[in-house]
């Protein structure tokens, strides 16, 4: 295949449009996905994918707000980094902390919308994309591992398996987001005070002078109103019975 057709293939996908599957198989999937969240097992696994959305928002708001992002590292223990250069106080700083946690829920509520809208293999490119400008930026060689082997898996998927298959990734990826950005939030509160030192909203609290267990509250809140619009996207007529 030439650069022009393998250019053609990708804009036909990104512009095309798949009905949204059976009600029942996106129910299955949402299963299949908090299942994933819940079990011990694949939680970690689970986790550092939520880590590397966590680290992409840090990133893109800071470069939003104006600072100079140095780089970002993805640990083996599903914790991670990013460093960027700017003003050590004010609006940008506070926003850039904030992004990290409340990632996840936006972009799983970004992903239900595309759903929703059928462009589930748009979802997919997006994410190849999103691995990709990472990729870039990781100064690690784990964190380069990880991104390299996600996004070979969805690039996989998404040009050579069947639409069904297609689509269940998709509704994964949106779930699994969704799903999981409440959970870390959660493992924070019930760390307590000493617990929660150097995170970010440690670091919030120290910028701001109010308490870190509320900054964690507002954004542990502000993901769960992310998870119910997600679902009520979704599965509408889970909400309405």
């Known amino acids: ?10 804009w ?7 009905p ?3 009600a029942s198989l996106v129910l299955l999937s949402g299963a299949v996905a908090l299942a994933l969240v819940w079990w011990p097992t694949t939680w970690p696994l ?11 928002g840090h990133a893109v708001v800071a470069v939003l707000v104006g600072r100079r992002l140095q780089g970002i590292r993805l640990h083996s223990d599903t914790s991670g980094v990013t460093l960027s250069r700017g003003r050590p106080r004010g609006p940008g700083m506070v926003a850039m902390l904030a992004a990290g946690y409340l990632a996840p829920a936006a972009v799983g509520l970004g992903a239900a919308l595309l759903l929703a809208d059928g462009r589930g293999l748009a979802l997919l490119w997006l994410l190849v994309a999103l691995l990709v400008a990472l990729l870039v930026w990781v100064r690690n060689v784990y964190g380069v591992v990880v991104l390299v082997v996600a996004g070979a898996g969805v690039v996989a ?14 509704l994964l990826v949106a779930w699994l987001l969704l799903l999981a950005a409440p959970r870390p939030l959660l493992e924070l509160w019930g760390r307590g005070a000493r617990g929660r030192r150097g995170s970010d909203p440690d670091q919030l609290a120290r910028l701001t002078r109010l308490p870190s267990v509320l900054w964690v509250v507002l954004m542990l809140l502000a993901n ?6 997600g679902v009520a996207t979704l599965a509408p007529d889970l909400l309405q019975r």
């Open 157 to 170: 998927v998404t040009w050579w398996a069947p639409p069904l298959a297609q689509s269940v990734l998709a």
């Open 1 to 10: 295949m030439s650069p022009g057709e393998v250019a053609g293939r990708l």
């Open 224 to 229: 769960l109103a992310g998870l119910v619009v």
């Open 12 to 18: 036909d996908e990104v512009t095309s449009r798949q």
């Open 20 to 22: 949204l599957p059976d």
């Open 46 to 56: 689970v986790r550092l994918g939520v880590t590397v959305v966590h680290e992409a």
